[in-house]
């Protein structure tokens, strides 16, 4: 009886850690929501990354990422370029990045 009882102690605290561990943020939440908006308020991208977004068609943009705001607000890069820290890459012939992102 006490063996099961321990056993029913045991299943019940792993069960409670497991929907714990579930619902805790693994990492630090991004500071460069996709679905964040800014129609009423264009600062809350600047707040929210003021290097790196901006408020563009009623989104925040990441602007070292984003392949249609690449460095700049609506800058986009060309047809087969990558956007990579701000700037338009062809990743199958740029000698920095060597086929991937961040090669540098």
């Known amino acids: 009886m006490a063996l099961t009882s321990r056993l029913l102690l045991l299943l019940t605290i792993l069960i409670i850690t497991a929907i714990q561990a579930s619902l805790a943020v693994p990492f630090p939440p991004s ?11 264009p600062s809350a991208c600047w707040a929210m990354s003021p290097n790196h977004a901006c408020c563009f068609h009623r989104g925040c943009k990441d602007l070292s990422t984003n392949p249609f705001n690449c460095g700049a607000c609506g800058r ?19 000698a920095n990045h060597c086929g991937k992102l961040y090669w540098r």
């Open 31 to 41: 500071n460069h929501h996709r679905h964040h908006t800014c129609t009423h308020d």
């Open 76 to 94: 986009a890069c060309p047809m087969g370029q990558r956007c990579c820290g701000g700037e338009c890459v062809d990743l199958s012939t740029d």
